[in-house]
């Protein structure tokens, strides 16, 4: 598996989860990172994303609710969710570009629900 989704669960609404992805070592050169999500019935779409130079991009939907980070040394990115609502049910999915394309990782499902 070259990219490593985790930390997905059941949360109240108004509630925090911290999505992690882990790339594997044979993934060189990455240029951005990023996390998308897809909910039953609609097409998958845009969360955040973070260039190599630190740019951050977020969808209107999450601004001031998701914070999106990497760390480098580790191969890794992360999705820190705050505030959370029952619209933001989805599988999450996070993804990585470079010089040879996209790689997706699994998808973790995130269940927000009193």
């Known amino acids: 598996v070259q990219l490593q989704a985790s930390g997905g669960g059941l949360v109240q609404p108004g509630g925090s989860l911290r999505l992690s992805c882990l790339a594997s070592d044979s993934i060189r050169g990455i240029k951005i990172r990023a996390w998308y999500r897809q909910s039953p019935g609609n097409q998958r779409e845009f969360v955040a994303s973070?260039?190599?130079?630190?740019?951050?991009t977020y969808a209107d939907s999450v601004k001031g609710r998701f914070t999106i980070s990497r760390d480098i040394r580790m191969n890794t990115h992360y999705l820190q969710m705050s505030n959370l609502r029952p619209e933001d049910t989805a599988v999450y999915y996070c993804?990585?570009?470079?010089?040879?394309?996209?790689?997706w990782g699994l998808g973790t499902q995130v269940t927000v629900s009193s």
């Open positions: 993804n990585i570009g470079n010089h040879l394309g996209e790689v």
């Open positions: 973070i260039t190599d130079g630190g740019m951050v």
